[in-house]
């Protein structure tokens, strides 16, 4: 990473991996998965010095968008993706919210669905669209080819896969999103996932146990 500069900020009892995201030359910044404790965020932005110019979504998880309403009225910037398959969570996240205890949650509207091979930027960088679904059926992960680096939400984590017994998950669309979009990114790709420690590729390819039961990484 040179251009590209993030602060993971974990928020929610779920410990999901709000992500502060911006471009080093142009201090032009998004706000990945503002999930909740959204003055946890505003003061990851302070520390870093750089302004926030768009929310993005990786898939309608309560966890991910609690707070991404909120965080829109305070900052007036747009709220970018998921996939617009995931539009049944985003417009019940109030209610999923009150079943985990969960203050604060509002129901969000994206300002802009994203789709496969769209692209959105931040500064003068440059992030492709890849439609995963599976986890969910909206996620969506965002990858910058020059900085080898992608931001994947809940469909693959260090050392294990997202779940698919929640409302629209799908285990086999899942490995598909994963063998099909991810591992070809390559193996020096760094990847942020929704919860957890950072990862690439190539260790994910090598030693994720889920991968391995199930010979996805082998194509
Ligand atoms: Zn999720
Ligand atoms: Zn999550």
């Not at 946890?40 to 926030?52: G, K």
């Not at 991910?64 to 993706?81: C, D, F, N, S, T």
């Not at 409302?167 to 598909?176: E, K, Q, Y």
Request: charged share 20%; hydrophobic share 40%.
């Amino acid at each position: 990473m040179t251009q590209a500069k993030a602060l993971i900020i974990p928020v929610t009892p779920f410990q999901q991996n709000s992500t502060l995201l911006w471009c080093e030359a142009t201090k032009r910044a998004v706000a990945i998965d503002p999930g909740g404790d959204l003055a946890d965020i505003e003061r990851a932005i302070t520390q870093a010095n750089v302004a926030v110019d768009k929310i993005w979504l990786t898939h309608g998880h309560v966890d991910h968008v609690a707070g991404a309403a909120a965080l829109k009225a305070r900052l007036q910037v747009p709220i970018e993706g998921p996939h617009r398959d995931d539009l049944f969570l985003l417009e019940h996240v109030v209610e999923s919210a009150r079943n985990f205890g969960m203050q604060d949650a509002a129901n969000v509207t994206p300002d802009r669905w994203l789709e496969d091979g769209d692209q959105v930027e931040v500064g003068e960088l440059t992030f492709d669209v890849l439609h995963c679904p599976g986890h969910s059926p909206g996620s969506v992960a965002y990858f910058n080819p020059a900085e080898r680096l992608a931001i994947v939400g809940d469909v693959l984590f260090a050392g294990s896969v997202g779940r698919t017994d929640l409302p629209g998950g799908d285990r086999r669309r899942l490995f598909r999103s994963i063998r099909d979009k991810l591992l070809p990114l390559g193996d020096d790709v760094a990847i942020i996932s929704g919860h957890g420690p950072t990862t690439t590729i190539g260790r994910e390819r090598a030693a994720n146990p889920f991968l391995q039961q199930t010979a996805v990484a082998s194509r």
